[in-house]
């Protein structure tokens, strides 16, 4: 299980404190093996998986038998690009200037935020 761009390496997964994204194929025996994986997760670590907030992403070329094959499978939803993760749009295609909107206002927003509080010379440096 694993996904590779052409020339580039292979990525099973990324991860990031308690957030992990898998990336597979919407092979049926694939399906179960991650659903299977992930229940042994649940049963070696005590934590439980929620998937009320987990959910998957599919390529075009997945069908709609392969996509609902997977909501069977795992149990968890489907979702469409872009989505956000941590605050940023995950998308694909090329870059759009108004992808990053939300970004930027939130940095402006933080920015004249921290601009407005008296900040010594080190809490300024910190800032830069």
Known sequence: MYYQAPGWIRVSHLAYADDLMIFTTTCQRNMELLRDFLRAYERVSGQMINGMKSSFIVGHQASSLQTQAMQYVLGYQLK?????????????GNKNACLFDSIISRLRDMLQGWAMMNRSHGGRLTLI
Do not use: D, E, R
Not at 80 to 91: A, D, S, T
């Open 80 to 92: 469409h690009l872009p989505v956000k993760h941590f605050g940023v749009l995950l998308y694909k």
